[in-house]
T-cell receptor, first 107, second 115 residues
Framework: DAKTTQPPSMDCAEGRAANLPCNHSTISGNEYVYWYRQIHSQGPQYIIHGLKNNETNEMASLIITEDRKSSTLILPHATLRDTAVYYCIVYGNKLVFGAGTILRVKS | DVKVTQSSRYLVKRTGEKVFLECVQDMDHENMFWYRQDPGLGLRLIYFSYDVKMKEKGDIPEGYSVSREKKERFSLILESASTNQTSMYLC??????????????FGAGSRLTVL
């Protein structure tokens, strides 16, 4: 399974866009990029996934570079409730969770 | 709302006790998973199951076993609990894999303390 690299933590002002980067330089052609988040004391929650094209849903947007070696999760208008650990995962044979990025949204 | 329900949010057990962690999903999912989560180590896969009565070892199966007698229920068993099994245990489920379709739905977790 391809490995991912994420910054350990980020801060974002409430109401601004939060842009969370992820590097996955060893990704294979048929592997998807998934994003989950985990709010304190809860189980991880699915956010979005994609293969090649950019994706958007009601929670976030996912931008994948053309070479697919990196991606960015965008929360367009972060709120205090978006404070969580965000995991970028490349799916191979199984979902492998790394350490993720702690996003702190501050008022 | 679809759900993965873990029977106990908090458990305290003694070393050597047999521990059952139960997980039930109401989404008719074929695949079910047990992870443990520890600070600094992220989520690690213990066991998973693709069908009733089927099980596969994950990355850290030692000290654990599982049971999948019904499609909706996946149980994690600690035959003889040890202090190093103190952890948060997370159950998850998903439909059998189709292209790109591996959206896991997680339960709220069971925090186990072994004294």
């Amino acid at each position: 399974d391809a490995k991912t690299t994420q910054p350990p933590s980020m801060d974002c002002a409430e109401g601004r866009a939060a842009n969370l980067p992820c590097n996955h330089s060893t990704i294979s052609g048929n592997e998807y990029v998934y994003w989950y988040r985990q709010i304190h004391s809860q189980g991880p929650q699915y956010i979005i996934h994609g293969l090649k094209n950019n994706e958007t849903n009601e929670m976030a947007s996912l931008i994948i570079t053309e070479d697919r070696k990196s991606s960015t999760l965008i929360l367009p208008h972060a709120t205090l409730r978006d404070t969580a650990v965000y995991y970028c995962i490349v799916y191979g044979n199984k979902l492998v969770f790394g350490a993720g990025t702690i996003l702190r949204v501050k008022s | 709302d679809v759900k993965v329900t873990q029977s106990s949010r908090y458990l305290v057990k003694r070393t050597g006790e047999k521990v059952f962690l139960e997980c039930v999903q109401d989404m008719d999912h074929e695949n079910m998973f047990w992870y443990r989560q520890d600070p600094g180590l992220g989520l690690r896969l213990i066991y998973f199951s693709y069908d009733v009565k089927m099980k596969e070892k994950g990355d850290i199966p030692e000290g654990y076993s599982v049971s999948r007698e019904k499609k909706e229920r996946f149980s994690l068993i600690l035959e003889s609990a040890s202090t190093n099994q103190t952890s948060m245990y997370l159950c998850a489920s998903t439909h059998r894999r189709a292209a790109g379709a591996n959206v896991l739905t997680f339960g709220a977790g069971s925090r186990l303390t072994v004294l």
